[in-house]
């Protein structure tokens, strides 16, 4: 009965769905949907008439945009803007979607490019240029979509379309594409202008929006920002997109979303990957970066009293060109798209973005503009940021990087800056190295001259752990010996490591570095590997290129890099020259019998040294590929680092023939930690015994109850 009821229930619930459909499509027709729009074909050029600015008579306007096409160009040849003298950028543009296919640096400096595509090639560096595939072509700064909600919210593809070129000079470049009925009435107009700074690294883009007709539109507007970017490192592929917003609580700009290609690439065309939303604030700029060098776009105020608007990106997405590759490509794709926006009927619309495109190192930042290094304004900072900011802090990179530069300013040579720089580093750290060496040296030492004691007490008492812990801390109260020193030697070495890090990043991403030669013969560029020997075509060493870890070092190896192997070397030669206890001490260590699997001091410090060794073999493998500077700063270390070994291994026997000669001290002054094992020995000892005497207690009772 329950079932049928139910089987009723379902039939009739049905019954009214498909009731309630047919009178709701018969009372409210649904608007029919238009198709995904695809790129028009590309009608016949217009009529002079109709390429011309002033709006033709109106006519009536459709109700769908399927009526509507846009007018193509009459040529895709590209033309370049910025050859004049006081140019530093040369932008080269496409009338296919009116965008930026290349970006070439052309500051000059005594007669040189300033940024050379290599360092032995008086070339221009070409920061952005276009990504292919064997579909399409992706550009910069493309007009990408156009949508107008009183056509059906429909939308027409514009980075395929070819533009009109309206005007053409050395300093600027002016696009146009004209919405048309079909009887070749004017409907909207789109313009983006581009127009060169003169002596600076900036570009002005315009997007202007003409509404022609009788009538208000609604519009929506998706545009790109740069793709394409060149990689700098030949190791690690530092390229990333970076989107920052103005924080309306504090006032300042602050990263809003960073992204490398990987994550954008687990997104697919239709799930971009969200860089900004409303909520979050309102957009201060976008950019693309790599090692050095950077492409920012950002909305500006049309006329310099007026205010700044960024009403035409309202939400900032991220994507890629190419996704199923598995190469690593500058193809970012940001797309910054709009909120709905009214064009009044014969009014227009309009926003401004400059582009800078250069380094993105603040010093330089600030002389061309000095907003761009203020936090409450442009803040360009946070790109630079972002290549420095590994497992360190923030300020230690640019106060090492100061000071190289400081040390250049009187050397003239970055690379003998880089070595004074490690000198004066490991001399202020000295007192903490000496430190370190010592109480290692001195733990292991101390270790060794009571493993005869620690064996005859582990032999003594291996039935009782709680009596062994307690009799090993009375014998290290006795003797002076703290068996945390080992870890407390180790304190230096932590707080040495975020100078050490922070030397590392600076020196990594510091622009000043590139193509600034050491020798001008060897080492003729501190930013890439010294390459003594190129390889034409790059080789691979059967067998080590197929091993995991490191087997990308022998393969596709395009040069024979001498700096790492010497590194490496140094590293070797401070290891056999650090501190080591006596071999006497080890020697009556190591005649102590021990247990099974159980470890001598001197297993343990051959153990120590293996590491070592270990490390001088991983070391020249993983700096292989890094810059010149950077091997040569580790290796500068390591040299000093065997000197200031020498140094304390003296102290150390000099110290130790002084003990030698005054003999076993009458009186020796209890440490901090020493008091405290005897102080927790007599503790352990005094709950051991009222544990026994509580067991003695429990045992009794219940004979004398039973009695």
């Known amino acids: 009965m329950q079932a049928r009821q139910v089987l009723t229930g379902l039939l009739l619930a049905l019954a009214a769905f498909v009731a309630y459909q047919y009178l709701i499509s018969h009372l409210f027709p649904e608007r029919p949907v238009e198709p995904p729009a695809s790129a028009p074909a590309p009608p016949q050029p217009p009529s002079p008439l109709a390429q011309a600015t002033a709006p033709s008579p109106q006519a009536s306007i459709p109700a769908t945009g399927r009526e509507l096409v846009f007018t193509a160009g009459l040529s895709t040849e590209s033309l370049t803007i910025g050859r004049r003298g006081t140019d530093q950028l040369e932008l080269v543009l496409s009338p296919r979607g009116a965008s930026v296919e290349y970006i ?30 064997a579909e399409s072509v992706w550009t910069s700064f493309a007009a990408r979509e156009l949508q107008v909600r009183e056509f059906g919210n429909y939308s027409w593809p514009l980075d395929g379309l070819v533009w009109t070129v309206a005007e053409s000079s050395p300093e600027h470049a002016v696009f146009t594409a004209t919405l048309r009925t079909g009887d070749d009435q004017d409907v909207l107009r789109l313009t983006v202008s581009y127009r060169l700074a003169p002596d600076r690294p900036l570009c002005y883009r315009e997007l202007k929006v003409e509404n022609l007709s009788e009538q208000s539109l609604t519009v929506l507007l998706t545009q790109h920002a740069a793709t394409g970017i060149r990689r700098e490192s030949p190791q690690y592929d530092m390229r990333r997109a970076i989107v920052a917003a103005m924080d309306p609580k504090s006032q300042t700009v602050r990263v809003s979303k960073t992204a490398q290609r990987s994550e954008m690439r687990r997104r697919h065309h239709d799930e971009l990957l969200d860089l900004l939303t409303p909520n979050q604030g309102s957009f201060a700029w976008a950019a693309i970066i790599n090692r050095f060098f950077g492409v920012f776009i950002r909305p500006v105020a049309s006329e310099p009293d007026a205010a700044g608007a960024a009403s035409l990106v309202h939400f900032v997405k991220g994507t890629v060109a190419l996704p199923d590759v598995d190469e690593k490509l500058g193809d970012f794709l940001i797309r910054l798209s709009s909120a709905p926006v009214v064009v009044p009927a014969r009014g227009q619309v309009s926003q401004k973005f400059e582009i800078y495109a250069g380094p993105t190192d603040p010093e330089i930042l600030e002389q061309v503009n000095p907003e761009f290094v203020d936090r409450a304004k442009v803040y360009y900072n946070l790109a630079h940021a972002a290549g420095t900011s590994c497992c360190t802090f923030q300020p230690l990179p640019q106060l090492m990087v100061g000071l190289l530069h400081a040390i250049h300013f009187v050397v003239r040579n970055y690379g003998i800056a880089i070595i004074i720089l490690v000198l004066i580093v490991r001399t202020v750290l000295h007192p903490l190295s000496v430190y370190q060496q010592k109480q290692m040296y001195r733990m292991q030492e101390s270790m060794a001259r009571l ?36 870890l407390v030697g180790m304190l230096p070495l932590f707080i040495q490591m975020p100078i050490l890090v922070a030397l590392w990043s600076g020196l990594n991403s510091d622009i000043f570095l590139r193509h600034a030669p050491f020798d001008g013969w060897w080492i003729k560029d501190l930013a890439a590997p010294d390459a003594v020997l190129s390889f034409d075509p790059p080789v691979s060493i059967p067998i080590l290129a197929q091993l995991p870890l490191i087997g990308f070092v022998f393969r596709d190896v395009p040069s024979l890099n001498l700096l790492p192997i010497l590194m490496g070397l140094s590293m070797w030669l401070q290891q056999k020259y650090m501190p080591k206890p006596a071999l006497a001490v080890q020697a009556q260590s190591a005649s102590t019998p021990r247990r099974p699997g159980q470890l001598s001091p001197e297993d343990q410090i051959r153990q120590q040294r293996i590491v070592g060794y270990m490390m001088t073999i991983m070391f020249p493998f993983m700096f292989y590929y890094m810059p010149s500077g950077l091997n040569l700063y580790w290796m500068a270390t390591n040299v000093f680092g065997i000197g200031e070994s020498l140094l304390i291994r003296r102290q150390l026997e000099a110290e130790r023939k002084r003990r030698e000669a005054a003999g076993p001290a009458a009186v020796q002054r209890e440490s901090f930690v020493v008091r405290l094992l005897r102080r927790m020995a007599s503790q352990a000892e005094e709950l051991q015994r009222k544990a026994d005497a509580l067991a003695e207690r429990d045992r009794v009772r219940p004979r004398k109850e039973k009695d």
């Open 104 to 133: 070439r640096l052309i500051a000059l400096e005594k007669g040189r490019y300033v940024y050379r595509a290599a360092v032995d090639r008086d070339e221009p560096y070409e920061l952005v240029s276009p990504v292919y595939s």
């Open 451 to 486: 493993q005869p004691k620690l064996a005859a007490l582990r032999e003594r008492y291996a039935n009782d752990k709680v009596r062994l812990n307690q009799e090993m801390m009375q014998l290290y109260a006795k003797e002076g010996v703290n068996p945390m020193a080992g």
